[in-house]
């Protein structure tokens, strides 16, 4: 059961992670990294939390969890420029119009695992 | 040892199921809210309004979020509508999965507007597509206007942000203002509106079905 959306972030982790593994032939992980952007909501402690419990039994049981945390970036319809934008500050330091178009912040990835 | 460089996204399997269902229902011709907000701000209540207004000029079907009970979707029944319950056992948000699931049991040739009503939570729910057009969020005067400040992100991605039980704004310290304010810098783009449900009394309805009648006929000559 799924009662808080980190553990269902993480159980979708294990289950990508150990499908890679076995098509690369590894049996055990020991380290995995993620990217998580800053506006994505998903807290890194509660991350860690979910990870520690759902991981058992599991060939990620012995694993060491790396949260990057990707900042947030805008880029302004209107002159291009990119700029590092807040949840609530997204105005364009250039033309000062607010930006629609977040390019980078929402990110929920696996970047890396590493395994024998 | 060996590093494997995998760059997945880890929603991937719910951004896959949702993208076939917002395939189905833009060839149905649906156009499709997914309704979110904290526990008791009014989406019911509201959907209730809506749905009155609204019957007799579109067809409605609800999608019903609830962790336990059925109680939302009886509400809904009684409204002479078709509405499908899903009961999440405890999971704080609905997900593409469980909506292909629901979207089996309706008859998607009789719908014009498909609302789904999320489980109550400011949190998980928005960072789960769903395969809507349009996310609407329901803040409720009581609840004080620094939520949006609190919780971003679901302000942040909606396209339209309802503000509910206005009927009581005297007896509360919501500030308006700052409300709009914040509302502003986390998302200039989003549509506002001044509700409250009253029996017999209600303000605002009228402008929030008109807005979604045009949403809906804008829709349907976009495809």
Known sequence: MNLMHEVSIIQSVIDIVTKQALENNLTKINNLSLRIGEL????????????????????????????????????CKDCNLEFPIEHFNKLCPSCNKFCTNIIRGYELNINTIEGD | MSEIKVVANILHTNEEITSQNKRLLNEKGIYVINLMSSPG??????????????????????????LY?????????????????????????????????????????????????????????????????????????????????????MFENSGAIILNKMDLLELTNFDKAEFYKDINSLNALATIFETSCVRDQDQGIDVLCTWLRQQIQFMKHES
């Open chain 2, 69 to 153: 009970t059925t109680k939302d979707a009886e509400r809904i029944e009684a409204q002479g509508v078709p509405v499908v319950q899903i009961n999440t056992g405890g999971a704080c948000h609905l997900d593409g999965k469980m909506i292909k699931g629901a979207l089996d049991s309706l008859n998607l040739d009789n719908v014009d507007l498909l609302v789904i009503e999320n489980v109550g939570n400011l949190v998980c729910p928005a960072a789960f597509e769903l395969g809507e057009d349009i996310k609407i969020t329901v803040l409720s005067t009581t609840e004080g206007n620094d939520k949006p400040l609190k919780y971003p992100r």
């Open chain 1, 40 to 75: 994505s909501g998903v807290m890194p402690e509660s991350l860690e939390f979910a990870f520690d419990s759902c991981i058992k039994g599991t060939m990620l049981e012995e694993s060491t969890l790396n949260i990057e945390i990707v900042s947030a970036l805008g880029e």
């Open chain 2, 41 to 66: 701000s009014g989406k019911t209540s509201l959907l209730e309004k809506i749905i009155t207004k609204l019957k007799d000029k579109i067809r409605i079907a609800v999608i019903e979020g609830d």
